[in-house]
């Protein structure tokens, strides 16, 4: 391999000589003698270049991948165990618009292309909490799976601008994960949230990777399988500490508490909520990181999983507070979805104690706007309704199907 192609390699996945040298034991100056010839590039120099640089391709390329399989309905992914969306674009400037549709493997990239991928991801985010998960999926997945695509194995401006559009893809990704899960395809929902930690990963930036290891371990805890759940929540709060604040930091330190009590391990649960509980509240005290603040610009998440984490214990009395704490959080127009949710476990958790009318009165509000979702959680929470409570059900536009058309 020449010099020429050397650099080429690096050139093409967004390399700096600065950022290369960091990843391989060779000095930014040895780097840019190989390059330019003037020292021969021995056979180890070459294979950190192919490692270096095949890396970066493949995360690109997974991610891509992924996206393809979820639009090509033929692919077998689409069925693997465990579109009117378009219309979500009209939510995000024209400009943005056309500057990704612009884009090209050989453009070189600056910040104004990555807050154009951040603005589509936001208006999609919008999308989704207004209409469920099922709406915008595959739109979500072409995006990821071509503009985004071929921005990553664009040019990059500087070290700066690398990062910030792998980070942004890493959000694309998750986003892409989360709705896949609304959906009821955990399957491919788990190779999407894997796609984001490995362009997280890449990205470089604080905390992203951590925050994904940390919806993976979710993930298996809500599904039932729970066997890497302990491990994945601990791996990704070791990697959030010392790099995130006090009230992101609570998020992972909630998540935690969550798998050890639904793995049955309620010492280590306590432990951890009793170490967190200064935090559990509604008080805000430091901005999050934009992939965080997207999904939980408030406490309510930190508080929804302490909920999680003492129903799983049998505390009922302590998950309701924590229940109804997170419906008064969250803002019922900006955040319909959650709060409905929120709202039927708080009543669910109720009717459970014996307090049907207190039950009833939060439950009713919350029926219409669960009924007018596309998500298979919502239609598990209104089928668990119906069988807790069916007499709230009754005459009810819930008292059917319970997926929107």
Not at 18 to 25: G, I, Y
Not at 93 to 113: N, Q
Not at 136 to 148: M, P, S
């Amino acid at each position: 391999m020449t010099g020429a192609r050397l650099r080429a390699a690096r050139e093409a996945v967004g390399l700096s000589l600065a950022a290369m040298s960091a990843r391989v034991p060779y000095s930014k100056a040895a780097l840019g003698h190989f390059e330019t010839g003037t020292r021969a590039a021995s056979a180890e120099v070459i294979g950190w270049y192919d490692r270096v640089c095949g890396a970066v391709i493949d995360c690109v390329s997974a991610a891509a991948t992924v996206g393809r399989n979820d639009v090509d309905r033929r692919s077998f992914l689409r069925g693997a165990a465990y579109s009117a969306a378009l219309s979500a674009t009209g939510l995000v400037a024209l400009p943005d618009i056309a500057r990704l549709a612009a884009a090209r493997e050989s453009a070189c990239v600056g910040m104004a292309d990555v807050r154009a991928v951040q603005a589509v991801t936001d208006a999609f985010h919008r999308l989704d909490e207004v209409r469920g998960g099922g709406v915008g999926r595959t739109a979500v997945a072409e995006f990821l799976a071509t503009d985004v695509a071929t921005l990553l194995r664009s040019r990059f401006a500087d070290g700066t601008v690398r990062a910030a559009a792998f980070s942004a893809a890493a959000e694309l990704a998750y986003l892409a994960g989360f709705k896949a899960h609304d959906a009821g395809a955990d399957g491919m929902a788990q190779r999407y949230y894997l796609a984001a930690l490995r362009l997280a990963e890449e990205s470089g930036v604080p905390g992203h990777d951590a925050w994904v290891l940390r919806i993976l371990a979710l993930q298996s805890t809500d599904i039932g399988d729970r066997s890497y759940s302990v491990a994945l929540a601990d791996n990704a709060m070791a990697r959030a500490r010392d790099t995130l604040g006090r009230d992101a930091l609570s998020l992972f330190a909630v998540a935690l508490a969550r798998c050890h009590a639904e793995s049955g391990d309620a010492a280590s649960a306590r432990a951890v909520l009793d170490r967190t509980e200064p935090d559990i509240t509604p008080e805000v005290h430091d901005d999050m990181p934009r992939w965080i603040a997207s999904w939980t610009p408030n406490k309510a998440i930190t508080v929804h999983q302490a909920a999680k984490s003492f129903e799983a214990m049998g505390e009922l009395a302590a998950a309701e507070q924590h229940y109804r704490l997170t419906c008064d959080i969250w803002n019922p127009v900006t955040h319909s979805r959650v709060h409905a949710l929120a709202a039927a476990e708080t009543g669910l958790i109720r009717w459970r104690l014996g307090k049907h009318e207190d039950a009833a009165s939060i439950l009713r509000p919350a029926l219409p706007v669960l009924a007018a979702m596309n998500s298979d959680r919502t239609a598990r929470q209104l089928a668990e309704i119906r069988n807790t409570a069916p007499e709230l059900l009754a005459g009810s536009p819930t008292s059917g199907d319970t997926q929107p058309q």
